[in-house]
């Protein structure tokens, strides 16, 4: 799933089943999507796609987020020390994420 308001979708192996999040029929395809799931990987650590993470959790699918900057949320709205406390508490929420180093 790649979220976000210009979300790109990289040709990466098994792209052909990813979906976009940008209104509200999105929405409506990945519920009827995850349906089913066991795992989910959410591109994009921003607001909604850690929002995303967190519901597709509480639904009880294993879900990780995978961001290509080194921070959640970066480079804006949250600086370093802001985002610092959110990536900390992921793993409390079972939720996996993976920043570039």
Known sequence: MSTGASAVVR???GVG???VLRDVEDVDRMVEAVADARSVV????????VELAENLVWRGISTTVVERGTQVAAPAPLDVEMAAP???EMPANRLISVCRR
């Open 42 to 49: 959410v591109v994009g650590a921003g607001f909604i796609g």
């Open 17 to 19: 089943r990813a979906l």
């Open 11 to 13: 040709p990466v192996p």
């Open 86 to 88: 959110v990536a900390a």
